[in-house]
């Protein structure tokens, strides 16, 4: 059935023409909560692998414990920056290890210790074990010489165990012994491979985001991004989108960034940059368009386009970073990789503004009609056509679409509609910024 299962952070790709199996919400709702930021980490050198790990703005450092690091840490990769990046606009960034390396792992206080989870920060974990005063030994688990946790009259190691350390996990049997200080050897970090990246992009399918940052340059793999990010629309009914660098994918779900900046002192690769254009994406509403819209801390772009470049690549379906007037480092163009216009798309789906319009609208459509809640006869197609119109006036009340036709933009279409089976005829015109501003002037 088109349309796939109702999901509260994302919208629907074609508007007026899907429904949802599980929704259970029986208001009209005019929009949909955006901000959600998928991002796989593919260097990373801690953290679990495969395993989907939210981290929200207004906590970011609640994941600690599997990251290893604080996000406002640097670690030798950027992978925290990225994060941060995303994070400038998001208000959630859902992160992903594609691959993760063998465990640090040490011997001492009656113990065998490994780290939580692979990689080479797992090197930088240490412990000690010392008697209490009282009564039992008191052991203290450390990154780089900072106490992560710490445990007090612990009487033996099988109450060690018990713990459940965030950091360690410990074993052993019997009794304690002081040890000033154990660290943790033998972590390692892998390259991730083709496969690692695929499972990712297989094990995305049930995760509710807005923008997926794909920070991978290999062609095939951009390839499967798209394959995944259609289906995700146009089957699975998640009005989705992904950045990714170098991509000429000419489809409106998948926004093609071409140049970058650098934050920081970093100078941030096409691949690295995605996570922040992810954050503004994933953010913006449908009423909003991310022309012009200033990088935070940008420092410098990484491959400014002469005027003949850049006109060339908004031809191409780039997105990249300029400069404005007043110096700073914006967004050129909102404009998403679709360059083939054709019956059903044309100029307009390129930009990402009018694709949040559909997207959003699209499922409000879902809220409001589930099946088995309106009866399929005239009394029912009222009902729906009377909801389809207070959808419509929402839109055009926050300034998402315009010249609504409310006796014919939002009709059953009752020669065809039987059994149950409902069809609807759904005019919109959404409302685009004004982008491109042409003066005359007469002098005098």
Known sequence: MAGGRFDKLVGKTRPGTYINFESTRNDTVGNSDRGVVLLPLIKNNYGPAKEFIT????????????????????????????????????????IYNVSSGEKAKGTGGGLNAGAKYGGTRGNDFSYS?????????????????????????????????EQNDDYID??????????????????????????????????????????????????????????KIKYLRESAGKGVQAVVPDFAADYEGIINVTNSVAVDGVKLSKSQV??????V?????????????EYEGAEEIIGVKTNEEAV??????????????????????DINSLVSFK???????????????????????????????????SVGWGIMEGIGCTI???????????????????????????????????????????????????TR
């Open 274 to 279: 995605t996570a922040w254009l992810a954050g």
């Open 55 to 94: 981290i929200y703005n207004s906590s970011p450092d609640a994941q600690y414990a599997k990251l290893g690091y604080s996000v406002y840490d640097k670690d030798p990769n950027n992978q925290m920056l990225l994060i941060r990046e995303a994070l400038k606009n998001a208000s959630a960034v859902i």
């Open 129 to 161: 074990v010392s008697a209490n005063p009282v009564k039992g030994f008191d052991v203290k688990v450390y990154i780089d010489g900072t106490v992560l946790s710490s445990y007090e009259g612990i009487a033996d190691i099988a109450e060690l165990i």
């Open 170 to 227: 410990f074993s052993g049997e019997g009794e304690l012994e002081e040890a000033a200080g154990v660290t943790l050897a033998g972590g390692t970090d892998v390259t991730p491979t083709n496969s690692d990246i695929s499972k990712f992009l297989d094990d995305m399918e049930g995760v509710k985001f807005n923008c997926l940052a794909f920070p991978v340059t290999d062609k095939t793999l951009q390839s499967a991004c798209k394959t």
């Open 312 to 333: 060339a690549a908004i031809k191409a379906g780039e997105l990249f970073f300029s400069y404005s007037e007043e110096g700073k480092i914006v967004i050129e163009y």
């Open 281 to 293: 994406t994933a953010a913006a509403k449908s009423t909003d368009s991310n022309t012009y819209v």
């Open 343 to 377: 019956k059903g798309k044309d100029e307009t789906y390129r930009k990402n503004r009018v694709i949040r319009v559909f997207d959003t609208f699209g499922e409000s459509i879902q809220l409001n009609f589930p099946p088995n809640k309106f009866d399929n006869n």
């Open 392 to 442: 419509l006036k929402q839109y055009e009340e926050m300034g998402a679409i315009k010249n609504v036709d409310y006796d014919k933009d939002f009709l059953v279409d009752r020669t065809i509609s039987s059994g149950d089976k409902t069809f609807f005829n759904v005019g919109l015109e959404p409302v685009d910024s004004a982008e491109k501003l042409y003066f005359t002037i007469s």
